[in-house]
């Protein structure tokens, strides 16, 4: 597909349990993001990725949280020993460009919904 | 930090009003983004806005770069049932790493 694909889109995992999630953004964006988003809230910001440089990691809620990205490509987002507070929709976004382009444009995926029991 | 205040939270509408909502913020903006968000699934864009005082259609939505860049406005013509959802405004400004910061959401219901 030509869009981003998130993969999984659900996930229930116990207490203290690790999670991956997946972000396949679209093809030949340069920039990737991960946002959190808890039931009935707005988008908040976890962790962004543009070309070769070092991420933006300034959103990361905890050491707990962690992602990387593989060149322009896959990203993961790594939950340890995850808490029920970690309960969200994790949704992961991509731009062709960074966020100094003169035209800017984010897409995002359909999310991975996170229950942590 | 730079905030985004958007409003109203939330509203009801019946089938051919017309809807607006808006954004505002203290900080001047580059790009403006207008999302639509339904139950289980990701935000769509549906407008980006690049310069001020410009205006934008898609369809029935309008949307506008406001002229001072500190804010911008979505209208909804002649709402239908499937606009119900959340819109999310999302303001783009510089600096050496430039950053994207979302309003909290304005959410469509119908009225009861």
């Known amino acids: 597909g030509a869009g981003v694909s998130q993969s999984p889109s659900n996930k229930v995992t116990e207490k203290g349990k690790d999670v991956e999630l997946r972000c396949d953004p679209i093809?030949?964006?340069?920039?990737l993001y991960w946002y959190r988003q808890r039931l009935g809230q707005g988008l908040e910001f976890l962790i962004y990725?543009?070309?070769?440089?070092?991420?933006?990691k300034s959103g990361l809620p905890s050491d707990r949280f962690s992602a990387e990205r593989t060149g322009e490509s896959v990203s993961t987002l790594t939950i340890q020993r995850t808490q029920q507070e970690d309960s969200a929709v994790y949704l992961c976004?991509?731009?062709?460009?960074?966020?100094?382009?003169?035209?800017?444009?984010?897409?995002f995926g359909p999310g991975t919904r996170l229950t942590v029991t | 930090g730079q905030q985004l205040n958007q409003s109203p939270q939330s509203m009801f509408i019946q089938e051919g009003e017309d809807v607006s909502m808006n954004c505002t913020s203290s900080?001047?903006?580059?790009?403006w983004l207008w999302y639509k968000q339904d139950p289980g699934e990701g935000p769509v864009l549906l407008i980006a806005?690049?310069?001020?005082?410009e205006l934008t259609s898609n369809g029935r939505l309008t949307a506008q770069f406001g002229i001072t860049r500190k804010d911008s406005f979505l209208n909804i013509s002649a709402s239908i049932p499937s606009d119900v959802g959340i819109y999310f405004c999302?303001?783009?400004?510089?600096?050496?790493?430039?950053?994207?910061?979302f309003g909290k959401g304005t959410k469509l219901s119908v009225k009861p």
């Open positions: 093809s030949g964006h340069t920039a």
């Open positions: 990725f543009q070309g070769n440089s070092a991420p933006d």
């Open positions: 999302a303001g783009l400004y510089g600096g050496s790493q430039g950053n994207l910061i």
């Open positions: 976004a991509s731009s062709l460009k960074g966020l100094l382009s003169v035209t800017y444009e984010q897409y």
């Open positions: 900080s001047i903006f580059n790009t």
């Open positions: 806005l690049y310069k001020a005082g």
